[in-house]
């Protein structure tokens, strides 16, 4: 029991600090949406869309690997953490280099001719962030949580830090002339979006600072059969891992490619600003994540029953969260979370909203074969989600832009949530209340699209929609999720 206790708090450390950094970076939302144009936000947006993929590639799953082998007892703690971040540094730095050798034709071919220095910022920022990924994880390995989150929070803070300044306080001075002399110096307005890559860069060299006690460490002769051995390992994780990260991103390559040149990086800066308010539910979804696996991994009780429990709740608070989100969008849209300008794209939240939830639940129907060592079920999955991405964009973004691309991310998700849901029935059946959960959504989805499409989000039928709601989840489920919160 201590050593449950002592994993969950540590889960909650760690937890905690990777949303806090979610969270530091979902507040600068207003203050790009509002300073940059859509084209410059869109430039944003594919940047980070590509980031998301190399750093799939750049860390070949080492960080999995360390955990993995670093309590092999043929291995020295020093010798697994040499070879996995070695093996990072192998795959960064030529990374790197070979984007300043060929970055003419390389920014030619992702549409950044005219600032190909966006090109090798990006490169910069993903090295940084995948050597840095196993010394974050030995941080882990090693039961240093406050260490970890000072890292972690140094980093995230001095982003949004650097973020501030140069999106409202250095603007604000130039404006108004304020102190003329200094503010020349740290601010030219043509920058732009490049302040937002400027800034990560500056943080990530503060992270890369502090870990160079660690980097300094590293045994450059590394074991040839460890090394083989992770790289085996690691290899179907690589494969895993794209195409879980192309269900996520590729909507964002699609409509680079797919749209015309001067339409579609305005359409991704409206598609990646809308999608910020879908973020909410993901905070939900990334907190449940980091308590959910040691607790049904815990080996207490029948893994099943809570299993099913679990969903039912799970999806009776999402579902709250989506109606809510649908029902008082004009309020959020008033705060100017996003700017004004990116107004047009709210038809697509909704449906990028549900689609998170969906998400959601594939997470805790995937939680079986976790506990059953059938990961290979989980590439199944992946790979079903990416194929209807891949014809669904093809198909809807060409037509239908920014909003072709949000149905095709719900298309996708929902396509992975019943393929899990008939791999579960087929291999390790688990009784889900599937009437309840059903029942739950449909009514969700009606009050939502209520409020949304028929009321046009007008506060007091958007606030019975969610009223009704409220009445509705107390007499389903109310009672007992209060009594559950009181355990």
Known sequence: M???????????????????????????????????PKEEYGQNTDIYSMIAFLMVILTFGMETAFFRFYSDKRFTHREVFS???????ILSIPFVILVFLFLGPLADFLQYGHNPEFVMWMALIVASEAIAAVPFAKLRAENRPIKFV???????????????LFF????????????PGLTDLVYDPKLGVAYIFIAN?????LMMLMFLPDLLKINWSLNRALFREMTIYSAPLVIGGLAGIANEMANRQFLKYLLPEGENFEALGIFGANIKIATFMMLFIQAFRFAA????????????????????????????????????????????????????????????????????????????????????????????????????????????????????????????TVFSYYLNQKYDRTEY??????????VA???????????????????????????????????????????
């Open 83 to 89: 070879a996995t971040t070695g093996l990072t540094s």
């Open 293 to 416: 696996e040691p607790f049904f991994f815990s080996g207490e009780g029948d893994f099943k029953d809570k299993m099913a429990k679990v969903l039912r709740y799970f999806v009776a608070i999402q579902a709250f969260i989506f109606v809510g989100l649908v029902c008082f969008l004009e309020i959020i849209k008033q705060t100017h979370f996003i700017d004004e300008k990116y107004w047009e794209g709210l038809t697509i939240v909704p449906v990028l909203i549900f689609a998170n939830l969906l998400l959601g639940i594939n997470f805790n129907l995937n939680i079986w074969y976790k506990i059953k060592s059938l990961t290979r079920m989980g590439v199944y999955i992946t790979f079903m989600g990416l194929f209807f991405t891949i014809a669904s964009n093809f198909i809807l973004v060409p037509t239908y832009g920014y909003v072709g691309a949000a149905w095709s991310t719900l298309i996708s998700y929902a396509s992975m």
């Open 433 to 442: 209340p599937v009437r309840s959960i059903g029942l739950n959504l449909l």
């Open 2 to 36: 201590a050593s449950l206790k002592k994993l969950a708090s540590q889960t909650a450390i760690y937890g905690l600090s990777s949303i806090l950094g979610r969270l530091l970076n979902f507040v600068l939302t207003p203050l790009h949406t509002q300073a940059l």
């Open 201 to 205: 860069l500056i943080g990530n060299g």
């Open 150 to 164: 000072i890292v972690r929070i140094s980093t995230t803070g001095s982003i949004v830090i650097l973020n501030v």
């Open 168 to 179: 409202w306080l250095f603007p604000y001075m130039y404006r108004e002339g304020i102190a």
């Open 445 to 487: 989805v009606v009050l939502a699209g209520l409020s949304f499409y028929v009321f046009h989000s007008e506060l007091l039928p958007s606030l019975l929609c969610f009223i009704v709601y409220l009445v509705f989840a107390w007499f389903t489920n109310g009672k007992t999720i209060l009594k559950a919160f009181r355990k």
